[in-house]
């Protein structure tokens, strides 16, 4: 059987190049992997220091398996899961995510503006604690994007599988539609997604861009 996973979120490693980490809940592991020349490689995130593991493909289940996730029963190697396998045939993370647009997510914004360098300023009602200003940046080589939070540190974006949105990596909650559309719809501007919605909505639920809006999951 396929090992469960939780999130997926890509990184950079020491030497520079990209790496995918992968959150294992059932046995608790997180996983990195990356690709080298023509084949994929995986290790544990909690061991740096260990050594990178070449990825074998099983001809009896057609699929690349992992030699950290095995069977309990026999100790043979699961199969890793079809993101996993399409993220080592070099498919950028973003083409391998759909995300669900929810009515409520725990996030909840008070006002975006595009900046001129391009990036997407967020000011986040957090009440009671009060509010945080947060800069998102679009990724233009398939990735997810980057979170930029009032400490000046560009985080990436995380990918949650169960609740199909993306996460904040430093509030550690549900990022907002909207934001989440200007970062996947990388040729449409703040307004453009506004219109959309809008009329896709027929007029129902959402405020303007400038925030204060009652309806929707995040005050849009």
Same mark, same amino acid.
């Given at each position: ?10 990184? $950079? ?100 503006? $595009? ?15 009060? $509010? ?89």
């Amino acid at each position: 059987r396929t090992p469960t996973y939780s999130t997926l979120v890509e990184v $950079e490693l020491e030497d520079g190049t990209s790496a995918l980490k992968v959150y294992y809940p059932d046995s608790g592991m997180t996983l990195l992997y990356r690709v080298l020349g023509a084949r994929g490689q995986e290790k544990a995130f909690d061991a740096p220091d260990s050594d990178w593991e070449w990825i074998r493909f099983d001809a009896s289940l057609d699929t690349f398996v992992s030699k950290a996730l095995r069977n309990e029963q026999d100790g043979t190697q699961r199969p890793l899961p079809n993101k996993v396998c399409s993220y080592l045939c070099r498919r950028p993370l973003a083409s391998l995510i759909k995300l669900k647009h929810q009515d409520t997510r725990n996030l909840v914004y008070k006002t975006l503006r $595009e900046l001129r360098d391009g990036t997407l300023q967020v000011r986040y009602d957090l009440f009671p604690a009060g $509010e945080e200003v947060m800069r998102y940046r679009r990724c233009w080589t398939g990735g997810l994007g980057t979170e930029i939070g009032s400490d000046g540190e560009e985080r990436q974006i995380v990918y949650s599988e169960e609740k199909k949105a993306l996460l904040s990596p430093r509030l550690s909650g549900e990022i907002p539609n909207k934001v989440a559309d200007w970062l996947q719809c990388k040729f449409l501007n703040l307004v453009d997604l506004a219109v959309a919605r809008n009329r896709a909505n027929a007029g129902g639920g959402e405020g303007g861009i400038g925030g204060g809006g009652q309806g929707g999951e995040d005050g849009e």
